[in-house]
C-alpha cells in the first residue's frame, strides 16, 4: 500500500439481513482516503451511506452484515481487528460524529466527566487535572469558554453540543474523523460556522475527514474528492470542482442540477424523474437506467463497473457524459468561500 493511502475500501458488500430475505445496501464498493484528505460521500437518502460509514468504523449492528470486502487502516483490515485493536483504533485512530451524536452525551454527566471517561479508558492521561487540562484545550479548539467545561449538556445549545462532540472526537488526536450528516440538524448558520471550524482544525492537525452529507453545495466547498452514490453503489468519483462542474454519470449531474449555484446566472433547478431503486429488487443492467436520460441499449443489459477515466477519477457508466468546460470558473469561485 502506498503510504498517501490512510483508508483503502476494497469491494465492501454490506447486507440486511430481513425477515424478507437480505438486502445488499453496500454493493462492491472502492475508494481511498488519502493523508489529509476529505473525502465527500453524496447521494440520495437510502444510498448506503451510513452503511459504509458505520462498516468503516466496524460500528455496524445486525441486521448489518458486511458479507465481502476489506478496509484497510494504515494497511491493517479493520474488520479483521480483535477486540484489543478495535478499542485502541476507534477514537486514536479514527472517530466518528453523526447527526444525532450531540444527543448521546450523557445528560446527567458534566461534559468534563465525559472527556475523563475518553481520556481514562485508553489511558491517555495520569491524573484527574492532567484530563480536566487537556479537555479545556479541546474546549477552546472548538471555541468554547473553558470554564464551560463543568457544565451539563443541557446548558449548551444544538450547535455547541455538537462542537463538544467533535472536539471529544478529536480528543485521541485520529488520523481520521468521520462525519456522518454531522451538522444536518442544526441552522444553516451554525452549520457552516461547525464546518469551518473542522475545516480549520484539520489544516492544524492534518486528520483525513470522510465527510457524509445530501448537501452538495456544502460538500463542494468542503472536500477534495467527491464520491457519489447511487442504489448501494459508487457511481462517479472525482475531485471536487470537477464533479460538479463536469460531471460524467448522469446521475452526478441530476444531482448537481438539483443544487443552486451560489454564483453566475439563476438557473431553474431540476431534479431527477423516476424513484429510488427498491434494493429488493434491482435489475440485471445499470441501477439508474429506468431514470436516465443517456442510457441506451447495453445499459438495461449489463451492469457498468466502475473504472478509471482520466487521471483522478472513476466513473462507473456505459455512456459517460461529454464533458463541458465553461462552467469550471462558477464552481473555482465557491470554493474560494472556504478559503478566504
Ligand atoms: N436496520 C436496517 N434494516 C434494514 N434495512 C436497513 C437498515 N438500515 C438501513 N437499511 C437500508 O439500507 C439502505 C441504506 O441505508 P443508509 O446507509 O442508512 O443510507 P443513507 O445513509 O445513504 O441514507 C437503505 O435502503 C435502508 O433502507
Ligand atoms: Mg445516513
Redesign the pocket.
Known sequence: MSNDKLVEVKNLC?D???FDGK?R??NSVDFHIGRGETLG?A????????????ALMRLH????LISEGEVLFEGQDVLKMDEEELRSFRWKDASMVFQSAMNCLNPVKTIEYQFWDIFDAHNMVSSREESIEKAKELLQIVDIPAERLFDYPHQFSGGMRQRVVIAMALALKPKLLVM??PTTALDVVVQREILQKVYELKQQFGFSILF?T?DLSLMVEFCDRIGI?Y??QLVELAPSKEILSEPMHPYAKGLGDSFPTLKGELQEMKGIPGN?LD?RNVPDGCRFVSRCFHASDICHRQSPQLAKSGDNRWVSCHRPLEIPSKMVDDVEVKLSVVEA
Do not use: N, Q, W
Request: charged share 15%; net charge negative.
Open positions: 454490506v440486511y439481513v430481513t438486502v445496501a453496500v460521500l447521494g440520495e437518502s437510502g444510498c448506503g451511506k451510513s452503511t459504509i460509514a458505520f449492528r445486525p441486521p448489518a456522518d450528516e457524509i445530501h452514490m442504489s448501494g429510488p434494493l
